[in-house]
């Protein structure tokens, strides 16, 4: 290898770990979703306790990977576009967002009203996140495998869900809900998760009775599924 090629890559190494270091040390001291101004999000709270959330929600997990870490131009401008977007929905408290998280990684945690919300926002022309997606897109038409992105999406029901947080600030589902103190019916993992088993099982046996259904006697998937769901009111 020739001086001049030794030189260039350190220099591009160089780079690479100051823009990693500027956008890292941005999203470290942005605000990691709203909290009730009672609420010091930085105190720590010296007892057990856990986190309720109003309703059904969405969790939201978003990843890169930067597989040719030399190709700035084609990982940096969506790294840096993910604070952007961040920024853009701290403003906007009806586009759904309740909170979020960095993880380290490049990876985020994000907690949404609803799927509805995250859908709307994820399509929206004029909002952050669709040019950016248009653009990467564009950018990788022909080379997928320098940078790797990744989602994934799920859908939580209330009471089927449970957080523990000992001598910690307000973190994660405690800045996105309430937090109260884990003991009495919150004592254990099982008690705050409050699943109902008996209407899962039989939630189970009516999706099975809508297959036989369908099977057997040639009834609509429409059909059966309102004969199911006329089944289910019965137990919820």
């Known amino acids: ?13 160089e780079t690479i770990c100051a823009a990693i270091r500027m956008n890292v040390s ?9 909290v009730d101004s009672a609420l ?9 306790v856990t986190a309720e959330v109003d309703g059904y929600f969405v969790v939201f997990l978003i990843g890169m990977r930067v597989n040719k ?11 840096r576009c993910m604070r952007r977007m961040l920024q853009e929905l701290e403003t906007r408290p009806d586009a759904g967002l309740l909170g979020w998280r960095y993880i380290g990684g490049r990876t985020f945690i994000q907690y949404w009203r609803s799927f509805e919300h995250l859908e709307a926002y994820a399509r929206e022309p004029t909002a952050q996140h669709w040019p950016a997606w248009v653009a990467f897109n564009r950018r990788m038409k022909d080379c997928r495998g320098d940078v790797g992105i990744w989602h994934e999406t799920y859908f939580v029901r ?8 000992s001598g910690m600030p307000p973190s994660g589902l405690g800045k996105v809900g309430r937090l109260v103190d884990a003991s009495g019916s919150r004592e254990s993992a099982r008690q705050r998760l409050r699943v109902d088993h008996r209407r899962n099982e039989l939630h ?5 009775f809508a297959r036989l259904l369908r099977k057997h006697f ?8 309102d004969r199911c769901r006329h089944l289910h009111s019965h137990f919820d």
Do not use: N
């Open 1 to 13: 290898m020739s001086k001049r090629a030794f030189h260039a890559i350190r220099k591009a190494i």
């Open 69 to 79: 870490p030399l190709k700035l131009h084609k990982w940096l401008p969506l790294f």
């Open 40 to 48: 010091d999000p930085t105190k720590v709270i010296a007892k057990r």
């Open 158 to 165: 209330a009471g089927e869900y449970e957080a523990i947080y």
């Open 218 to 225: 040639c009834i609509s998937h429409k059909g059966a599924m």
């Open 26 to 34: 941005h999203i470290a001291s942005a605000p990691t979703g709203r």
């Open 204 to 208: 189970g046996i009516g999706d099975r």
